[in-house]
């Protein structure tokens, strides 16, 4: 019942309240962690370490798939684009969106804001960023916001707020010039952009960092494991035997001659002499040093497959080869990083009413997909060839600037003509020749 008082309402004594001042009328609130820890699930991991958005960027390979996702989709130029029936899109300049998404606020650039809402997105499946109006309502800034600091509160009456809770002095100065978040604390549900991850409770995103926590804090402690034996235990490389009994002086004597004949780069490929019959014998790895690296590339392999990243892309380059890798890094974009933007597109859609306005927020791909020079060469030789393309165009994306003229129109192959024409492109007759031309 707790669970669906929460979801569905107030408890009893919460609904009986009927104060009209609005901190009264707001029960408590909910992080994304909270909404499924009555489903059992433990704050820490079993080995002991907590997972947050910090300690998990620990991990490398954690580390190394969010910069990854954050910075691919922030290096997408995008932008607001109008579509009118039966022309093509063109950039929507007027609107207030437009320069919006180039510098949402006066402290950071475009590529700066969907980099640190995207870090956000991955780690704990939502970003957050309140929305700024002027007296008119019209949206002036956009202020990224760590989803660990918000909360969704759930009025009497049903409306939803959001509740930012932090100590940085920087976010409350901001945050003042909301006049409802100074006045009340809060920040109405529409006035919060929300780009929300996979969800089971269809109002905040499942955190990824907090479902998969023993997979990172595996990885983790693995990390920490191996620190502390290079620490603590570290083997050396080998031991000096005899069958002859020496001396504490003379066995010290013959371990420094013989780490200073053999060890450091100077040494390499040096030959020893050695004196008292003495061999040496080295330590290899065993059985359990090597299950215990296997087990560090098996959780390489569990992170890669939670944010669903390429091994080739993680530095894992085992099974890549040079024809897999093309196939794969198209398979990123298609099934990991368009999941992304497409989510980014549909809220702003959603937050703005961009759609009945015929408008849309693009990205562009294309300096991901970009190939080599010779095939972008040869693929503008056939769109050119096909009149998919003037040469001014293939100019203009290989880097040149554009001729005009001829070089500006589409060129049609001259071996081509309707259906039903003759070669010289004339369609009357279904193919046969004028009347007025004497038929052999």
């Known amino acids: 019942m707790k669970l669906l008082s929460r979801w569905f309402g107030q408890d009893e004594e919460a609904v009986s309240r009927e104060e009209p001042a609005f901190k009264t009328a707001v029960e408590r609130s909910y992080s994304p962690d909270e909404w499924y820890s009555e489903f059992g699930r433990a704050e820490n991991s079993v080995t002991g370490i907590h997972v947050s958005q910090a300690t998990a960027l620990n991990a490398s390979a954690v580390m190394a798939a969010v ?59 939502n970003a957050y960023a309140p929305i700024f109006r002027t007296p008119r309502g019209e949206p002036y800034r956009l202020f990224p916001i760590n989803p660990d600091w918000v909360s969704l509160w759930l009025a009497n009456d049903g409306k939803l707020f959001w509740r930012i809770t932090t100590a940085d002095l920087f976010t409350q100065s901001v945050m003042s010039d909301h006049p409802f978040y100074a006045a009340t604390g809060m920040i109405p549900y529409e006035d919060m952009l929300h780009i929300r991850g996979f969800s089971v409770s269809g109002l905040v995103g499942a955190s990824r960092i907090s479902l998969a926590r023993e997979t990172i804090a595996l990885g983790l402690a693995q990390e ?16 000096l035997t005899t069958e002859q009994k020496l001396g504490t002086d003379t066995a010290k004597r013959l371990a420094l001659d013989f780490k200073e004949a053999s060890a450091g780069l100077q040494n390499s490929g040096k030959v020893i002499v050695g004196e008292q019959g003495l061999k040496f014998v080295a330590f290899g790895m065993t059985s359990s040093d090597l299950e215990f690296i296997t087990s560090r590339k098996f959780q390489i392999e569990e992170i890669a497959r939670i944010f669903r990243i390429p091994m080739h892309m993680m530095g894992e380059l085992t099974r890549s080869t040079n024809n897999n890798i093309a196939q794969q890094a198209q398979e990123y974009i298609n099934y990991t990083l368009t999941g992304y933007t497409n989510r980014w597109r549909a809220k702003f859609s959603q937050c703005f009413g ?39 165009e293939a100019r203009v994306d290989l880097g040149y600037a554009p001729k005009g003229g001829e070089a500006a129109e589409l060129r049609y192959p001259q071996n081509m003509a309707a259906a039903g024409s003759q070669s010289t492109g004339n369609g009357d007759g279904g193919g046969r020749p004028p009347s007025d031309e004497p038929q052999t």
């Open 354 to 392: 961009l759609r009945g306005d015929n408008l849309s927020i693009e990205f562009d791909y294309s300096a991901l997909t970009q190939a080599d020079i010779t095939s972008r060469i040869n693929n503008w030789r056939t769109m050119v060839m096909s009149a998919l393309g003037t040469s001014d």
């Open 67 to 125: 910069t990854m996702l954050a910075e691919d989709v922030a290096k997408l130029p995008w932008s607001l684009w109008k579509s009118e029936e039966g022309q093509a899109k063109t950039e929507a300049k007027g609107h207030f969106l437009y320069d919006l998404l180039q510098e949402p606020n006066e402290w950071q650039n475009g590529l700066e804001f969907r980099e640190i809402l995207q870090v956000g997105l991955i780690l704990r499946g």
């Open 224 to 239: 920490q494991q191996a620190a502390r034996w290079m620490a603590n235990a570290a083997k050396p490389s080998g031991m």
